[in-house]
């Protein structure tokens, strides 16, 4: 049987997906320390050189990672809102921390110290803030607060989710996500409660 050829089994951005793919499976794996294109290139059954005919580079690779993580969230949070009504601000809680537990790898990527440096941080931030401003406005409306208070309680409520979903994907929490997401919305409720910091 003739072996199918690299350009035959990946066509139509068909490579470009299956890269990515194997690099968050790694991630999973081995987490991001231990992450290269050659290892990428071994686990999808391709030439070394093949993954920078569209990556040129690992760092390069991390980004695009981590700017569809943080459009996808961002998503998250705007249809949560826009379905909950009168709640919104909980329902956001809940659908980030959902998102962070159904893509581990892909969350890893986006608040990796590596994404932290630049120039990736210039590149990510822009989007990273319009998914915060998402929260800004919830609690700001829900709240009923100045910009100032609004802003502040916005920054606890983000700092407690990602806290939850580090802590609870490294193993250190011994809570259920039942229990995680009943802590969260104590949380949120509580801060917002208390946003008059003045």
């Known amino acids: 049987m003739k072996k199918t050829s690299e350009a035959a089994r990946y066509h139509h951005g068909d490579l470009r997906r299956a890269i990515v793919e194997g690099a968050l499976e790694l991630i999973a794996e081995a987490g991001i320390a231990n992450l290269s294109l050659r290892a990428i290139s071994r686990k999808i059954g391709v030439t070394t050189a093949a993954p920078y005919h569209h ?4 760092g390069e690779l ?17 249809a949560a809102r826009d379905g909950d009504k009168g709640v919104e601000l909980e329902a ?6 959902r998102f962070a537990w159904e893509n581990a790898a892909i969350y ?16 990510l931030k822009p989007v990273a803030d319009r998914s ?10 829900v709240g009923k607060l100045g910009w100032q208070a609004s802003a502040e309680t916005a920054l606890c409520v983000w700092a407690m989710l990602h806290g ?4 609870g994907q490294s193993g250190l929490l011994q809570e259920t996500r039942a ?3 009943r802590i969260a919305l104590a949380g949120v409720r509580s801060m917002v409660k208390a946003g008059n910091w003045e």
């Open 179 to 181: 229990e995680q997401e």
């Open 55 to 58: 990556f040129k580079d690992r």
């Open 108 to 123: 890893a990527v986006m608040f990796s110290g590596e994404m932290a440096e630049q120039p990736y941080c210039a590149r």
């Open 92 to 97: 956001e809680a809940l659908a980030y921390l």
């Open 164 to 167: 939850l979903a580090v802590l």
């Open 62 to 78: 991390l980004e695009e990672i981590a700017l569809g993580g943080f459009e996808e969230l961002m998503k998250r949070l705007i």
């Open 132 to 141: 915060f401003a998402v929260v800004l406005e919830s609690v700001a409306r």
